[in-house]
């Protein structure tokens, strides 16, 4: 694995789901650079980005991340997904939670038990949006909860 891959997925992970600026990317490119004295193309990439590219800031990130565990990126994203969708409406928590779905119906043949949570979670939320949505409030609650045990995952 690349150096700074692992970093790199928690990183494009958060910005998928809007919990990190590209400027704070950009930061943390621009420090790994000064500490390392023969930084990859990848890392320079990164630091250069304008901060207004978002589709090549993670274009940047998933080549810099080639290699990275995608389960330990989702823990280590997981805690600071949650306090974002913490402030989200029931049917934008219910989009969030179909994109995680995603990310482990692409993964399910090697999904961890403890991320588990995050398959049906599609479903569900579009079956309460649809046709419950009195279910949303206590549904997201039970999602919310799932992503609050990953606070403080590194």
């Given at each position: ?45 990164i ?31 997981l ?41 049906g ?25 799932n ?8």
């Open positions: 694995m690349k150096p700074h891959a692992q970093e790199a997925e928690v990183l494009r992970l958060l910005l998928v789901y809007s919990c990190i600026s590209i400027s704070d990317i950009i930061a943390w490119a621009d420090q790994k650079i000064m500490e390392d004295p023969n930084p990859s193309g990848e890392l320079i990439e630091s250069i980005t304008e901060a207004s590219n978002r589709s090549a800031m993670l274009s940047n990130l998933s080549q810099l991340a080639e290699g990275a565990d995608i389960f330990a990126a989702i823990r280590s994203a805690g600071r997904i949650h306090d974002a969708a913490s402030t989200l409406s029931p049917e934008e928590l219910a989009d969030l939670a179909k994109s995680l779905n995603n990310i482990a119906l692409e993964n399910r043949q090697n999904l961890p038990a403890d991320l588990s949570f995050l398959l979670l599609g479903d569900k939320f579009s079956h309460a949006v649809a046709d419950a949505p009195d279910e949303l409030p206590a549904l997201s609650q039970e999602f919310l909860g992503l609050k045990k990953f606070q403080g995952a590194a």
